[in-house]
């Protein structure tokens, strides 16, 4: 029966007092209470009266009178085959359930979202996973069930160490991994861990996520920026920096796009080296390199220095939001005690579900499929951008789910956002990801991976359009022929 879940009547937290009023008054009124207060709301189910009278150990008779007393009084609605349900009381409702006037209103929702960091959600495997979790409840021992080992599952680790050695050309053994929640978690676990071997300075990238700079700050660290060019981090920078630790994204930089140079790469190691510093490798996006073969993993470069962070948020869908860092072995036990100290770590059943998917290949696939359709969506963007904003407006489409669209430079940034939002368009000016304020081309962040083709067009005619309102009325163009003096690639910010 398809409802049949529903007919286990719910348990319901009623203390008696034995020494004290008749137990049916004193049930009565703690019911009363509770409705009164909103704790129990209009319309939710009460346990049947043999079920409370088992569960507080009194006569049913008892409990049947206190129903009829309160359905008598209008507290509850009492209708054969739903069972007793509280009644929808004005008011009483109010007290517990209106939101904090400071709670954070809802994000507005847009006809077209290009924000970066959502993977096609329609693509989301949800069949395998299923399936995956199906699996996992069935094979795991029941110790698995229990407390898992510090540094989170075994199997999980097993599969992702072999996972990164074979498609990141990574090194890390399973005993170098550490489960977490997420990239977010693992940079806060990383952090925590470094400012406790004494590290003071953290390096980030410019443009880059903000959030970054208040998690390093949390962690006790100060944070300074380093500026990324056309190659990526300027590592000639970086070392007139007091820094010697850094946090990258090699594979594909947000947010300008760009992948940081072999050379760049050789000069991060040895700098790393004569700092005696570490890297911290987001390995975001590296599963989508879409014109030529991906390029490795730092950490397979470097393993003493360099901790890689991954998760599955863009590859599978933040809703699943495991991740690993895989770290220099000197560093592994103060990470996990991090880690422990935080939280007991991500679900059991979900990272060995998570371990089966990989394992089985399952995963393999989807990321082949998605890459597909990432490629196509980006090829429908580059050539619906190219018609109506004219040639070399994007930036770092070799990789990833997101690229730069270079405006002209007569624009503000923020007043083609405001244009764009007004046409039901949501985009980000990348004056959002600069860590400090330096003359810029604007520029916006367009993420593609979960657009169809279909809003990516509409979506690029919209911005065309919101560009045109933005531009200076005196002189007014179309948006395709602003000045496209370009600066370096990924220059957006420099
Ligand atoms: C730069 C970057 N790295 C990694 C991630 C993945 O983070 P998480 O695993 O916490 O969802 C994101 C998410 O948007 C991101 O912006």
């Given at each position: 029966?398809a409802?049949?879940?529903?007919?286990?009547?719910?348990d319901?937290?009623?203390?008696?007092?034995?020494?004290g009023?008749?137990?049916?008054?004193q049930?009565?009124?703690?019911?009363?209470?509770?409705?009164?207060?909103?704790?129990?709301?209009?319309?939710?189910?009460?346990?049947?009266?043999?079920?409370l009278?088992?569960?507080?150990?009194?006569?049913?008779?008892?409990?049947v009178?206190?129903?009829?007393?309160l359905?008598?009084?209008?507290?509850?609605d009492?209708?054969?085959?739903?069972g007793?349900?509280?009644?929808?009381?004005?008011?009483?409702?109010?007290?517990?359930?209106?939101?904090?006037?400071?709670?954070?209103?809802?994000?507005?929702?847009?006809?077209?979202?290009?924000?970066?960091?959502?993977?096609?959600?329609?693509?989301?495997?949800?069949?395998?996973?299923?399936?995956a979790?199906?699996?996992?409840?069935?094979?795991?021992?029941?110790?698995?069930?229990?407390?898992e080992?510090?540094?989170?599952?075994?199997?999980?680790?097993?599969v992702?160490?072999?996972?990164?050695?074979?498609?990141?050309?990574?090194?890390?053994a399973?005993?170098e991994?550490?489960?977490?929640?997420?990239?977010?978690?693992?940079?806060?676990?990383?952090?925590?861990?470094?400012?406790?071997?004494?590290?003071?300075?953290?390096?980030?990238e410019?443009?880059?996520?903000?959030?970054?700079?208040?998690i390093?700050?949390?962690?006790?660290?100060?944070?300074?920026?380093?500026?990324?060019?056309a190659?990526?981090?300027?590592?000639?920078?970086?070392?007139?920096?007091?820094?010697r630790?850094?946090l990258?994204?090699?594979?594909?930089?947000?947010?300008?796009?760009?992948?940081?140079?072999?050379?760049?790469?050789?000069?991060?190691?040895?700098w790393a080296?004569?700092?005696?510093?570490?890297?911290?490798?987001?390995?975001?996006?590296?599963?989508?390199?879409?014109?030529r073969?991906?390029v490795?993993?730092?950490?397979?470069?470097?393993?003493?220095?360099?901790?890689?962070?991954?998760s599955?948020?863009?590859?599978?869908?933040p809703a699943?939001?495991?991740?690993?860092?895989l770290?220099?072995?000197?560093?592994?036990?103060?990470?996990?005690?991090?880690?422990?100290?935080?939280?007991?770590?991500?679900?059991?059943?979900d990272?060995?579900?998570?371990?089966l998917?990989?394992e089985?290949?399952?995963?393999?696939?989807?990321?082949?499929r998605?890459?597909?359709?990432?490629?196509?969506?980006?090829?429908?963007?580059a050539?619906?951008?190219?018609?109506?904003?004219?040639?070399?407006r994007?930036?770092?489409?070799?990789?990833?789910?997101?690229?730069?669209l270079?405006l002209?430079?007569?624009?503000?940034?923020d007043?083609v956002?405001?244009?764009?939002?007004?046409?039901?368009?949501?985009?980000?000016?990348?004056?959002?990801?600069r860590?400090?304020?330096?003359?810029a081309?604007?520029?916006?962040?367009?993420?593609f991976?979960?657009?169809?083709?279909?809003?990516?067009?509409?979506?690029?005619?919209?911005?065309?359009?919101?560009?045109?309102?933005?531009?200076?009325?005196?002189?007014?163009?179309?948006?395709?022929?602003?000045p496209?003096?370009?600066?370096?690639?990924?220059?957006?910010?420099?």
């Amino acid at each position: 029966m398809a409802a049949d879940w529903r007919r286990d009547a719910p348990d319901l937290m009623i203390a008696l007092d034995r020494t004290g009023a008749p137990l049916g008054l004193q049930i009565q009124e703690q019911l009363r209470v509770a409705i009164r207060e909103g704790r129990l709301l209009g319309g939710e189910r009460l346990p049947s009266t043999r079920r409370l009278a088992d569960h507080l150990g009194v006569s049913r008779g008892t409990v049947v009178e206190a129903y009829e007393q309160l359905v008598a009084e209008g507290y509850v609605d009492s209708a054969v085959g739903s069972g007793t349900r509280v009644a929808r009381i004005p008011g009483a409702e109010r007290r517990d359930r209106t939101p904090a006037p400071t709670a954070a209103a809802p994000p507005p929702r847009f006809e077209i979202d290009f924000e970066y960091g959502i993977p096609d959600l329609g693509s989301v495997p949800l069949r395998d996973w299923v399936w995956a979790l199906g699996e996992a409840t069935r094979t795991l021992p029941t110790a698995g069930l229990g407390d898992e080992e510090p540094a989170g599952s075994r199997h999980l680790r097993d599969v992702v160490t072999a996972y990164h050695r074979r498609v990141r050309a990574g090194c890390a053994a399973a005993d170098e991994a550490v489960v977490v929640g997420g990239f977010r978690q693992g940079l806060a676990f990383t952090l925590a861990t470094l400012a406790r071997s004494g590290t003071e300075v953290l390096a980030l990238e410019d443009p880059g996520p903000r959030e970054h700079d208040v998690i390093a700050r949390r962690a006790g660290l100060t944070a300074v920026p380093v500026p990324v060019d056309a190659e990526g981090l300027d590592v000639a920078a970086l070392r007139a920096s007091q820094a010697r630790a850094v946090l990258v994204t090699p594979a594909h930089q947000c947010p300008t796009g760009v992948a940081l140079s072999p050379s760049r790469r050789r000069e991060l190691v040895a700098w790393a080296h004569e700092v005696d510093g570490v890297i911290l490798e987001d390995d975001y996006d590296a599963e989508f390199r879409y014109d030529r073969q991906a390029v490795g993993s730092l950490q397979g470069l470097d393993p003493e220095r360099v901790f890689a962070l991954g998760s599955v948020s863009k590859t599978i869908a933040p809703a699943i939001r495991i991740g690993w860092v895989l770290a220099p072995p000197r560093f592994v036990e103060v990470l996990t005690q991090e880690k422990q100290l935080s939280s007991r770590g991500a679900p059991g059943l979900d990272q060995e579900a998570l371990a089966l998917l990989v394992e089985s290949g399952r995963f393999d696939r989807h990321l082949r499929r998605v890459r597909d359709l990432y490629r196509t969506r980006r090829d429908a963007l580059a050539q619906e951008v190219a018609a109506v904003f004219g040639p070399d407006r994007l930036e770092g489409l070799a990789a990833g789910c997101h690229t730069v669209l270079l405006l002209p430079l007569d624009v503000d940034e923020d007043a083609v956002v405001e244009a764009a939002r007004s046409l039901g368009v949501h985009v980000t000016g990348l004056r959002r990801y600069r860590l400090t304020e330096r003359p810029a081309q604007p520029a916006l962040l367009l993420a593609f991976g979960n657009l169809s083709e279909h809003q990516l067009v509409r979506g690029v005619h919209a911005i065309a359009e919101a560009v045109r309102r933005s531009q200076p009325r005196k002189g007014r163009r179309d948006a395709s022929a602003g000045p496209s003096a370009r600066p370096a690639a990924g220059a957006a910010s420099h």
